[in-house]
C-alpha cells in the first residue's frame, strides 16, 4: 500500500486558504523544496485538488525555458512534467502534462490508488481535496509549512471533527524565510517518533 503524504502552505492562524478563496499568499521559494528534491523525484505520482493544479499546470509546463531561472526551477520543472498526476476536479474538461483527470468517486479512486501502489504518493492540495481525503483517513503523513503571516479568515486546514491527537511530530524544519516546515506521522501501531529539529541550509 502506499504512502500518501500530504503538502500544505497554511497561515500563522491556521488558515489553508485566505479569504475570497486566496492561495496566492504564501511564498514558496526555492529554499523550502531544494532538500527535498530528491524525495520529490522519488514519489510515485503527485495530486492535486483543481485550484492548485491550475496553479502549477500554469508555470511548470514552460519554466525551464527561461534563460535567467535558477537550476533548482529547471530540475523542478522536468519533474513536474514527467511525474504521473492525478487532479480530481468536477468541472475540469481535460488536462495536460501526464496527468490524470478524476471527475467522480474521488475517495474510491483515492483508495484504488493508494492500495496499487507501495511507493510515495504526494497531496499538494486544495484545501477540499485534502479535508476530503482527511476525514477518510487516506493521509499518512503531513508536511506543513507554516507562513509568519495571520490571515485572519479563510478556510482551516482540518476539519472540525478531525482527530489531531493521532498526530506524532517527526521533525521540525526552520528555514531562512521564517517559514516553519512540521512533519507529522500518523500515530501506527503505538509508535511514537521522536521529533527532530533542524534548521535549513
Known amino acids: 500500500m502506499a504512502r500518501v503524504t500530504l503538502w500544505m502552505q497554511m497561515s500563522l492562524d491556521g488558515f489553508a486558504e485566505g479569504p475570497d478563496e486566496r492561495v496566492h499568499w504564501p511564498v514558496v521559494d526555492e529554499e523550502l523544496y531544494s532538500s527535498m528534491l530528491d524525495e520529490l523525484r522519488a514519489a510515485e505520482a503527485f495530486l492535486y485538488g483543481r485550484k492548485t493544479y491550475e496553479i502549477m499546470s500554469s508555470f511548470w509546463p514552460t519554466a525551464d525555458g527561461d534563460p535567467a531561472i535558477s537550476q533548482f526551477y529547471i530540475d523542478f520543472a522536468g ?4 511525474k504521473p498526476k492525478v487532479v480530481f476536479s468536477r468541472s475540469l474538461d481535460r488536462t495536460d502534462w501526464n496527468t490524470k483527470l478524476i471527475r467522480r468517486r474521488a475517495v474510491e479512486e483515492m483508495v484504488a490508488l493508494r492500495e496499487g501502489t507501495d511507493g510515495h504518493l504526494i497531496v499538494f ?7 476530503m481525503f482527511m476525514t477518510h483517513n487516506l493521509i499518512d503523513e503531513y508536511r506543513l509549512f507554516v507562513h509568519p503571516l495571520v490571515l485572519g479568515a479563510g478556510v482551516r486546514l482540518f476539519p472540525p471533527a478531525f482527530d489531531t491527537s493521532q498526530l506524532q511530530l517527526a521533525s ?9 516546515m512540521m512533519h507529522y506521522r500518523r500515530e501506527c501501531a503505538g509508535v511514537r517518533p521522536r521529533a527532530q529539529r533542524t534548521l535549513a541550509s
Do not use: Q, R
Open 79 to 82: 519533474c513536474w512534467k514527467a
Open 125 to 131: 492540495g486544495g484545501i477540499e481535496t485534502a479535508a
Open 172 to 180: 521540525v524544519t526552520a528555514f531562512d524565510s521564517a517559514v516553519v
